[in-house]
């Protein structure tokens, strides 16, 4: 079943001077304003400035954790690896590479002693993949970490700035049903690229999306201001009948106001996957 969560961090003014960050003082808060805000799940961040205070590290932070997940009805079944935005694979030296690789193993562990099943491997912005080398540089690192994974039962996604033909030739190479797609819609519509096309080449093997909406070769703005197609995205996904989660990473409003402005968000796409769930139904009938 399809939930509608949040990236953590988002229900809190942001922390640092930092856009998307895990908010190390108050990440507890956010499974209260989550509810509150009416949404089901909170995706979590692992990132480098934060990985000393991150719960996800301990047996003691996972079930705290658990335990206001409980307490809130709001699951944590995925987590951004943005760790790896940071602390690049596709420019490391050998040794850095090999560090890198078992890290990520490390977190597949831990994610699966904390019942995440979905894990966001980001390769966008300063990780994107640019050059063929690079690439067999993603795919050897894949192979390796792929069947730890799968015997866990997490699902890997890839966000990528790869377009269409690409990202599917990428996931050819890599036939495992672990390996999905994290689909953006606004780095997307950023990118210029079509969303029926996207469909078309990996349409199936999107297992998360990111709700948010952008200008054509710029940056966030509210939902249904940009040129994100959102309603084609959604009429699209319920054609192929996914199932996945949606996660808003939509552009920030007033300071202070987070939860208002996520219900805000939360009531805008509920009527979007509405009217597509309708358009499907009609498609069939």
Known sequence: MSRIGIMQGRLLPPQGGRFQCFPKERWREEFAFASAAGLDAIEWIYDLQGADANPVATDDGIAEMRAL?????????????????????????????????????????????????RIVLPFVDGSRIDTPEQLTRVVEMLRCVLPSAEEGGLELDLE?????????????????????????????????????????????????????????????????????????????????????????????????????????????????????KLAACGSVQ
């Not at 420019?91 to 597949?108: D, G, Q």
């Open 160 to 276: 990528t700035s790869l377009d269409p033909e690409a990202l599917a030739g990428l996931l050819g190479r890599l036939p495992y049903p672990m390996l999905k797609v994290n689909y953006d819609s606004g780095n997307s519509a950023s990118l210029g690229y079509d969303v029926r096309q996207e469909l078309a080449a990996y349409g199936k093997r999107i297992g998360g999306l990111h709700i948010k909406d952008r200008i054509r070769g710029g940056g966030s703005v509210p939902l249904g201001t940009g040129n994100a197609d959102i309603p084609t995205l959604l009429a699209g996904l319920a054609e192929i009948e996914y199932s996945g989660d949606y996660v808003f990473e939509a552009a920030r409003g007033v300071p202070g106001e987070e939860v208002a402005w996520a219900r805000q968000n939360r009531a805008f796409l509920s009527r979007l996957l509405e009217q597509a």
């Open 69 to 117: 997940s409980r307490k809130h009805g709001i699951a944590v079944v995925s987590i951004d690896a943005d760790y790896f935005k940071d602390r690049l694979f596709v420019t490391a030296p050998p040794a850095e590479f090999s560090e890198l690789t078992a890290h990520l193993h490390w977190l597949i562990g831990r994610c699966h002693l904390a019942g995440i099943t």
